[in-house]
């Protein structure tokens, strides 16, 4: 019989092998084949062999890998656990994304490349006001207060170090006890460049070794042994990385320096010296190791900066909150806040959780969200999010979203997803890596090999120490960073600044795009029309009569154009009347019966779905409205029309200055819009369009974006509704206004927080800046192992004489991951 299963957690053609030869010699397996791509595994088996035999055979093997049934799904979505502020979220994954977006639960390396896993930065929604007894610490709870078992007063409970900040603590504390004795290590080394030695005065050449050889063991099996591991399981899954380079160089020279140490008899003579001793290279292992190390620690410290922008919006989340109960006000922990909780806000507090304002006013200062600095005035009615702060007035919200369901929350998981997404350029070095690892050793043995037939003598000395040059300066480190960490940067970067990038793909395509599609309403302009004007046909019904029936079609659509008919027949006090078979016509209108009547409201289109004619007066009263760029709704009542509703929208008054600055950066503006040409052509004289499309329904507007792509143009698509998000999909780039539907940003691969046409130019600018310093970290990551690996196997020595130290290379080594880092960090004071 044979059966098809998901195997989970394989990422090369390493794994792929290894995961096939452990289900294979699983007792009464015919035949086992796996599929890296489709992650599947087909198994022959004689009798049904049980599920959990093939998962406990991969368990004992490492457990890296996990076999579920047919259709489960490989990559489950992860359930972040709610843990408090301080304490990390239990989520860790690898800063070079060999992984893709798979995450680990707990902190150590990864399993391809070796690299320590990174703490995903989150919000929580777990109070950190809570207190405890200095007595009796079982005591805690969530304000100060007295001890009820000895009446002390308690103090704040302190958050737990990061894992982030652990492990930086912990390479920290191995690098000091690395560097103590590696310093002794070295310095009796170069002391034989010293005539005469003073210290053999004290004792001989092969007593001193021994005391390298002693000192050295904290070193390699204590402080770097970790490097060992790494290599090992690099070669043990074939997933070869910077560690195999590592784990080969230092563990030879230090494996040779023993070898030579307890048997020197077994070396040719060219090894030895004056004193009979074999020449032993406990210094460059352990200060290869060392520098290694050193390499790592400046590493995360460095890492921990990449992420700054997300930590600065985790600051923006408070502890507490004043919730109002019946008249009384209480503090309470942000956990403890339920939707439909009033709050009092008071003057300098950020805002607890996302709401509406029931009571009050005041200015919002939103600039950590939505990148502008000037506070925002917000009254009874008004939106207000999680973590901006409030000005210098009292107002009572009411609680709607609260925990992972607020924008700030949202924002930073968009952030962490997006920072973990793999760029498509990053696959030019994924696929140099690929082969890097086993040219390098491949050269190292050649380089070997050269130096020990033509090398001066000792040529096997000279032959020994550049192969190890060669695998230590040959680190692909630099090289897996180059893309990922320039992505993390730039993508908190947005966020700062009101730009939510979906995925690292869209940041990179935003680059190339040079067609730009924008909806009308709510892109371009405010989104927030308002009734102007009614109008009514004949004599069968009065203005208020046809508001009414207006209203009541209206209540039951969410179109911005009906909020603003309702909202209008609010003020004019009209009663709202039962409307009974509503629907609504996508791009055309809505319709219904009132009163036993069937109404229909809607654009020309919905007239003609509704079969009502429309005479050529009523279509110039219309008109003369639409040539001032107002929309015009028609109103058909037993399919004769009888009035019409004029609304307004006034444009934005930063989308003219926006498309400006797009338009001067070589992109073309198109404006699609359902409403109709004499609208649409009153608000694209006044931005300066030439280009615009009128009377658009969703599929057009697809088609319009498909019909720019045949042509070869890169589109991005901009819009805020239901309607827009077939396009948004479709395009290249789709990005979704913060102020729109939760359909379109959904659809959307960037969104912009405040919802205006300068959000666009922000990401475009920022897409420049990252993709220019992607380029640059590959560049120098490129160029730095092309000079570095050919010195360091001595092709100068020939000419000038020179070689590289394997020391000097470790050193070099290192900093070369640190200066990708580095140079990523600038993107931090780009301006965008």
């Known amino acids: 019989m044979k059966h098809t299963y998901h195997i989970h957690g394989m990422s090369c053609n390493g794994c792929r092998m290894h995961v096939e030869a452990t289900l294979s010699n699983v007792e009464g397996v015919a035949r086992a084949s796996v599929d890296l791509q489709k992650a599947q595994a087909t198994i022959e088996m004689q009798t049904h062999i049980p599920l959990e035999t093939f998962q406990k055979a991969l368990e004992n093997d490492g457990g890296r890998y996990s076999i579920h049934p047919p259709g489960e799904h490989d990559h489950p979505k992860k359930e972040h656990k709610i843990k408090p502020v301080g304490q990390g979220t239990g989520v860790f994954y690898c800063p070079m994304q060999c992984e893709g977006d798979k995450t680990y639960d707990k902190p150590g390396d990864c399993a391809v490349c070796g690299m320590d896993l990174v703490e995903e930065q989150n919000l929580s929604v777990a109070s950190t006001s809570q207190w405890t007894c200095p007595m009796h610490p079982e005591v805690i709870q969530d304000g100060p207060g007295s001890c009820p078992m000895c009446g002390m007063d308690l103090v704040p409970l302190e958050a737990d170090l990061s894992a982030e900040e652990k492990a930086y603590r912990k390479l920290l504390k191995k690098f000091r006890v690395a560097l103590a004795f590696t310093l002794p290590v070295f310095l009796i080394a170069m002391s034989e460049m010293l005539h005469p030695n003073p210290l053999f005065e004290v004792m001989g050449q092969y007593a001193w070794n021994w005391v390298q050889f002693a000192l050295s063991l904290p070193v390699v099996?204590?402080?770097?042994?970790?490097?060992?591991?790494?290599?090992?399981?690099?070669?043990?899954?074939?997933?070869?990385?910077?560690?195999?380079?590592?784990?080969?160089?230092?563990?030879?020279?230090?494996?040779?320096?023993?070898?030579?140490?307890?048997?020197?008899?077994?070396?040719?003579?060219?090894?030895?010296?004056?004193?009979?001793?074999?020449?032993?290279?406990?210094?460059?292992?352990?200060?290869?190791?060392?520098?290694?190390?050193?390499?790592?620690?400046?590493?995360?410290?460095?890492?921990?900066?990449?992420?700054?922008?997300?930590?600065?919006?985790?600051?923006?989340?408070?502890?507490?909150?004043?919730?109002?109960?019946?008249?009384?006000?209480?503090?309470?922990?942000?956990?403890?806040?339920?939707?439909?909780?009033?709050?009092?806000?008071?003057?300098?507090?950020?805002?607890?959780?996302?709401?509406?304002?029931?009571?009050?006013?005041?200015?919002?200062?939103?600039?950590?969200?939505?990148?502008?600095?000037?506070?925002?005035?917000?009254?009874?009615?008004?939106?207000?999010?999680?973590?901006?702060?409030?000005?210098?007035?009292?107002?009572?919200?009411?609680?709607?979203?609260?925990?992972?369901?607020?924008?700030?929350?949202?924002?930073?998981?968009?952030?962490?997803?997006?920072?973990?997404?793999?760029?498509?350029?990053?696959?030019?070095?994924?696929?140099?890596?690929?082969?890097?690892?086993?040219?390098?050793?491949?050269?190292?043995?050649?380089?070997?090999?050269?130096?020990?037939?033509?090398?001066?003598?000792?040529?096997?000395?000279?032959?020994?120490?550049?192969?190890?040059?060669?695998?230590?300066?040959?680190?692909?480190?630099?090289?897996?960073?180059?893309?990922?960490?320039?992505?993390?940067?730039?993508?908190?970067?947005?966020?700062?600044?009101?730009?939510?990038?979906?995925?690292?793909?869209?940041?990179?395509?935003?680059?190339?795009?040079?067609?730009?599609?924008?909806?009308?309403?709510?892109?371009?302009t405010e989104g927030k029309p308002a009734v102007e004007h009614i109008g009514s046909f004949g004599n069968n019904y009065t203005k208020n009569e046809i508001l009414e029936l207006i209203v009541a079609l209206n209540s039951n659509s969410e179109h911005p154009l009906a909020e603003a008919a309702v909202a209008h027949g609010k003020e004019k006090k009209i009663g709202v009347k039962k409307v009974d078979n509503f629907s609504a016509v996508t791009g055309k209108g809505v319709e219904g019966t009132v009163d036993g009547k069937k109404l229909a409201l809607g654009n020309l289109k919905m007239m003609d779905y509704a079969l009502t004619p429309v005479a050529d007066v009523m279509k110039a009263e219309a008109k003369r409205f639409q040539k001032q760029g107002k929309t015009v709704s028609f109103l058909s009542v037993e399919g004769i029309l009888e009035g019409y509703m004029v609304i307004g929208d006034r444009i934005k008054a930063s989308s003219a200055n926006a498309i400006r600055e797009l338009q001067a950066k070589g992109i073309d503006v198109v404006m699609l819009t359902g409403d109709n040409y004499d609208t649409a052509k009153s608000v694209a004289s006044e931005l300066g369009l030439a280009d615009f499309r009128a009377g658009m329904l969703p599929e057009d507007k697809l088609k319009e974006v498909e019909r720019l792509q045949s042509q070869g143009n890169v589109v991005a698509m901009a819009g805020d509704g239901i309607n827009d998000s077939p396009a948004l999909a479709k395009s290249d780039v789709g990005i979704a206004m913060g102020t729109g539907t939760d359909v379109a940003i959904e659809s959307a691969a960037i969104t912009l927080v405040k919802g205006d046409l300068l959000g666009i130019v922000k990401a475009r600018k920022l897409s420049e800046a990252v993709m220019k310093n992607i380029k640059q970290n590959l560049f120098f990551a490129l160029i730095y192992n092309t000079l570095g690996v050919p010195v360091a196997a001595g092709v100068l020595y020939p000419v000038f004489g020179i070689l590289l130290s394997p020391m000097i290379a470790a050193l070099a080594m290192s900093f070369s991951s640190v200066s990708v880092i580095t140079n990523a960090l600038r993107l931090r004071s780009v301006k965008i």
């Not at 805002?351 to 304002?357: F, Q, R, S, W």
Request: hydrophobic share 50%; with cysteine; net charge negative.
């Open 221 to 524: 099996f204590w402080a770097t042994w970790m490097f060992f591991e790494r290599a090992y399981r690099s070669i043990r899954f074939w997933n070869l990385n910077m560690f195999t380079l590592i784990g080969i160089g230092s563990g030879i020279a230090w494996m040779f320096s023993v070898v030579a140490l307890i048997l020197p008899d077994v070396f040719p003579d060219q090894f030895k010296t004056e004193s009979g001793t074999v020449h032993v290279y406990f210094e460059a292992a352990v200060v290869i190791l060392t520098l290694v190390l050193l390499g790592q620690l400046l590493e995360a410290r460095a890492h921990s900066k990449t992420n700054s922008a997300i930590k600065e919006l985790l600051k923006l989340a408070p502890n507490k909150a004043i919730r109002v109960v019946d008249g009384e006000e209480e503090v309470v922990g942000i956990d403890a806040i339920e939707i439909g909780n009033i709050l009092r806000v008071k003057p300098g507090d950020r805002i607890p959780v996302d709401g509406v304002i029931t009571e009050g006013e005041s200015a919002i200062d939103e600039s950590m969200i939505t990148g502008e600095p000037l506070p925002v005035t917000k009254n009874v009615g008004d939106q207000v999010s999680s973590g901006t702060i409030n000005g210098n007035r009292t107002f009572l919200m009411q609680a709607e979203k609260v925990g992972s369901d607020t924008l700030l929350s949202q924002i930073i998981s968009m952030v962490n997803e997006a920072s973990r997404s793999r760029a498509p350029i990053q696959k030019l070095a994924d696929t140099v890596s690929a082969y890097f690892v086993p040219i390098v050793v491949l050269v190292a043995l050649v380089t070997f090999g050269v130096w020990a037939i033509w090398g001066p003598d000792p040529a096997y000395v000279y032959a020994l120490v550049n192969a190890i040059a060669v695998l230590i300066i040959a680190c692909p480190c630099a090289l897996g960073l180059a893309t990922p960490m320039s992505v993390m940067v730039g993508v908190g970067k947005g966020a700062q600044n009101g730009v939510l990038i979906k995925n690292a793909e869209a940041l990179e395509k935003m680059y190339k795009i040079n067609t730009l599609i924008v909806d009308k309403t709510g892109t371009i």
